[in-house]
């Protein structure tokens, strides 16, 4: 099955610097990318997704990179705000059928320093 | 409102007793799992339900049973729960897994067993 790697598992950044977090997974027939953000006590939801026949996609601060050749993937948070503190969750899919859906990375708590 | 609805939000139990969890959406969407998060080890699915009557294992079923008995509804049974099973948990449903839709999430139901 899908295995998904998630880094840093902690991520510290000052007010208003960009915010990088990489994933990496196994199964080169995974075409689907959702990224999700749950803060404190609340449920995940999703924030930006891609799909394998796209490389890059941005919604205003926030953007997702892709590389199928090397199996990673990006999310990328521009001039970081305090409402951008929470844990972050990448995952992985395979739309052609596979039933047991999306496969998470383990997260990665962002702190957003003032 | 579009929702996915998850009942208690939070539970405190005995080894032994069993409880339901139940989960119901609103959205007419075919595709309802659960999820387990615990630190560390971020979302770890137990079960999925492609459709009605339609069920199967995820990463971590063990001690777990579910069903699908009316598209909306996809309750989570612990016939005897063990501490181990002590864990926040979330109900998800997306339109159809096989198109990549994005899961919805529900708020959680935060289980503690003694």
């Known amino acids: 099955g899908e295995n998904v790697e998630q880094h840093p598992s902690t991520l510290s950044v000052q007010e208003g610097d960009s915010a990088v977090i990489k994933c990496t997974y196994s199964d080169s027939a995974s075409n689907y990318f959702p990224w999700y953000k749950q803060e404190l006590g609340k449920r995940p939801q999703l924030i930006i997704d891609i799909r394998s026949n796209v490389g890059e996609k941005k919604d205003q601060r926030i953007a997702v990179t892709l590389n199928k050749t090397a199996k990673h993937f990006s999310l990328h948070i521009t001039e970081t705000q305090p409402e951008d503190s929470a844990v972050y969750f990448c995952a992985a899919d395979y739309s052609g059928g596979g039933a047991d859906g999306l496969t998470f990375g383990k997260g990665t708590h962002l702190i957003i320093q003032p | 409102e579009a929702q996915v609805t998850q009942n208690p939000r939070y539970l405190i139990t005995v080894t032994g007793k069993k409880l339901t969890v139940t989960c119901s959406q609103n959205?007419?969407?075919?595709?309802m799992s659960w999820y387990r998060q615990d630190p560390g080890l971020g979302l770890r699915q137990i079960y999925y339900?492609?459709?009605?009557?339609?069920?199967d294992k995820g990463d971590v079923p063990e001690g777990y049973k579910v069903s699908r008995k009316e598209k909306r509804n996809f309750p989570l049974i612990l016939e005897s729960p063990s501490p181990n099973q002590t864990s926040l948990y979330f109900c998800a449903s997306s339109l159809r897994q096989a198109y990549n839709s994005p899961l919805h999430f529900g708020n959680g139901t935060r289980l503690t067993v003694t």
């Open positions: 959205m007419n969407h075919e595709y």
């Open positions: 339900s492609m459709n009605v009557e339609v069920t």
